[in-house]
Structures are given as structure tokens and as C-alpha cells.
């Protein structure tokens, strides 16, 4: 399972630049943000290289900020290559909360799933699915 940072955000012009001002003047580096938002908050998902320390600073600032667990599988960038990982999921009664798909390297996407049961990573290498460690999520390098 790879650390997410996650930062509950008050929609207000300048409060998303805020946010990433305060983390950049504690040296941590934002590698991929995400924001889903309702008409009076935003949730912002964030891979950085230190989330603790992330949370901790933001947290300290006045904001909701938390780490979560979530799984990141590389799949097929084309038709069907996330239906595929669905598919899978909901076959063996695993319940995803959220997620969200980024085109990581040619021809392979990262879908980043957030799943309450720890037992989702080994599963998805047993059925042959690749499954990103920290260290390539918070780089995004191939």
C-alpha cells in the first residue's frame, strides 16, 4: 500500500496556492494532486516524498489533513485495461472508495484505488496485476 496524502480545503480563491506554498517552505515535493470538490470544500489527494511530515505541517497550519493507504496498479493504456482491474475487484468483493487514473509511462496508466481491505495488494500480484511501490509513485519515473 502506498501513503496519500489527503487535505480537506475550504473553496476559497488562493487557498490551494496556500496550501502548496506551506508545503514547498518545508521542502516537500508534490509529485502527482488531485481535487474532487462539492460547492463549499474540495478534497485534495496528493503523492509527495514525505506525506507524514506533509500532514503534520498542514495539520499545524490550520487545515484537515490526513494519510491515507491506497493501491496504484499499472494497467494498459486502451479500452478495456481499467475494466479489466474493475472487473477483477468486484469479482472478489473488494469495495473501492475512490479513485482516479493517470497515464504514467507509454502505454500504461496508473489507477490509483482507495480500498479499505489490506489484503487487496497481495491479491492483485497473485492474479498477476502489477502493483507500484512508493518509490514509484512519488518519483513517477519508468
Not at 95 to 124: F, P, R, T
Request: glycine share 6%; charged share 25%.
Amino acid at each position: 500500500m502506498i501513503e496519500q496524502l489527503s487535505v480537506f480545503l475550504v473553496n476559497d480563491k488562493g487557498r490551494l496556492a496556500h496550501l502548496t506554498r506551506r508545503l514547498a517552505k518545508n521542502n516537500i515535493n508534490l509529485h502527482a494532486l488531485f481535487i474532487a470538490d462539492t460547492s463549499e470544500f474540495g478534497v485534495v489527494r496528493i503523492f509527495c516524498d514525505t506525506p507524514r511530515k506533509a500532514a503534520d505541517v498542514l495539520n499545524a497550519a490550520g487545515y484537515r489533513a490526513r494519510v491515507n493507504s491506497v493501491v496504484a496498479v499499472k494497467v494498459p493504456d486502451e479500452p478495456g485495461g481499467l475494466a479489466k482491474l474493475l472487473e477483477f475487484l468486484d469479482a472478489n468483493d473488494f469495495n473501492i472508495e475512490y479513485g482516479y487514473c493517470v497515464s504514467h509511462s507509454q502505454g500504461s496508466a496508473m489507477d490509483v484505488l482507495k480500498i479499505d481491505d489490506d489484503s487487496v495488494e497481495d491479491k492483485l500480484v497473485e492474479a498477476g496485476f502489477e502493483v507500484y511501490e512508493a518509490k514509484d509513485v512519488y518519483t513517477l519515473d519508468d
